[in-house]
C-alpha cells in the first residue's frame, strides 16, 4: 500500500505542495470516485487513479464480461448509436477500457473488455483462434451438407475463405455456430452463403468462458483465475 500523495509525485504530477492544491480541486479519482483526501493508501496494482479523468500509472488490469443487449453498437464513441460503453457501471469509465472484438448492434451476449493491450491483441489474433460459440435463428433448416460445408472451411458470397467451422442443428430453424476468427458479419455471412438468413444471433461462449447467470445487459469483472485461463487459450 501506497500513500496516495507519494504516488501522485512519483507518477510526476507535480511536487508534494502542487500535488496537495491537485487533490484539494477535486481532479484525482480512485476507482472512479473523488479523492481530496492526500493521506489516503492505496493499492496501485489493483486500483485505478486517474487525474482529470485520465488514467496514470500503475493501472489496475481489469476484464470485464458484458452481456450484450441488441441496440447497442461495439464502439468507444459513436454520434449516432449508443454504445456498448454506456452499458458499463460508472467505475469501470474512466478505465481506457476496449471492447475485445465486436458483435454487430442487433447481436446479443458475450462481449469481453479490457485495459491489457497485450491481452486485447491476443485474443483478437487470428492466429490464436480462440472459439467462439453462437446461437442463431435462421430461415430454413441446415443440413448434412452444410455442415460439411462449415467443416471445409466455407466461401463467402464475396469470395472471402472462412477457417474451419462446426455447425450443429438443435431444430429447424435453430443452430450453434462455432468459429475461431472475427471476420465483419461472419456468422450472418457464413449461414447466407448456405441459404439461411439469420434472424437472431446471441454469442454464448469465447473460449472456456459462457454467459452463466449473467442477466442481459449486466456486467461482471473476470476473476484472477478466469483471465489466466484466457491468457492460455
Ligand atoms: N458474426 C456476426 O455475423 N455478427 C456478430 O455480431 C458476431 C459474429
Redesign the pocket.
Same mark, same amino acid.
Given at each position: 500500500m501506497e500513500r496516495l500523495d507519494k504516488f501522485l509525485c512519483d507518477s510526476g504530477v507535480g511536487t508534494r505542495s502542487q500535488v496537495k492544491l491537485i487533490l484539494k480541486a477535486g481532479r484525482v479519482t480512485v476507482d472512479g470516485a473523488v479523492v481530496r483526501d492526500n493521506s489516503l493508501k492505496l493499492d496501485p496494482q489493483r486500483q485505478t487513479v486517474c487525474l482529470d479523468g485520465r488514467s496514470l500509472g500503475g493501472k489496475r488490469r481489469v476484464v470485464l464480461l458484458l452481456n450484450k443487449p441488441a441496440g447497442y453498437i461495439t464502439a468507444t464513441e459513436d454520434p449516432k448509436d449508443p454504445t456498448v460503453m454506456e452499458l458499463l457501471p460508472a467505475e469501470y469509465r474512466a478505465m481506457d477500457l476496449k471492447p475485445v472484438g !465486436?458483435?454487430?448492434k442487433a447481436?446479443e451476449g458475450l462481449l469481453l473488455f479490457t485495459n491489457d493491450g497485450d491481452l486485447l491483441h491476443r485474443l483478437i489474433s487470428p492466429k490464436k483462434e480462440v472459439p467462439k460459440v453462437?446461437y442463431a435463428r435462421h430461415e430454413g433448416a441446415a443440413t448434412d451438407e452444410d455442415i460439411e460445408a462449415f467443416a471445409g472451411g466455407l466461401t463467402l458470397r464475396d469470395e472471402t475463405v472462412c477457417l474451419p467451422a462446426k455447425l450443429e442443428p438443435l431444430g429447424p430453424g435453430e443452430s450453434l455456430i462455432t468459429v475461431c476468427e472475427?471476420k465483419y458479419?461472419?456468422? !450472418?455471412?457464413m449461414m447466407a452463403a448456405r441459404g439461411m438468413h439469420?434472424e437472431y444471433?446471441e !454469442?454464448r461462449q469465447e473460449g472456456s468462458l459462457t454467459l452463466g447467470a449473467l442477466a442481459r445487459g449486466a456486467v461482471r469483472e473476470l476473476t484472477a483465475d478466469e483471465i489466466a485461463a484466457l491468457e492460455r487459450e
Open positions: !465486436r458483435l454487430d447481436t453462437y472475427g458479419h461472419q456468422v !450472418r455471412r439469420v444471433l !454469442r
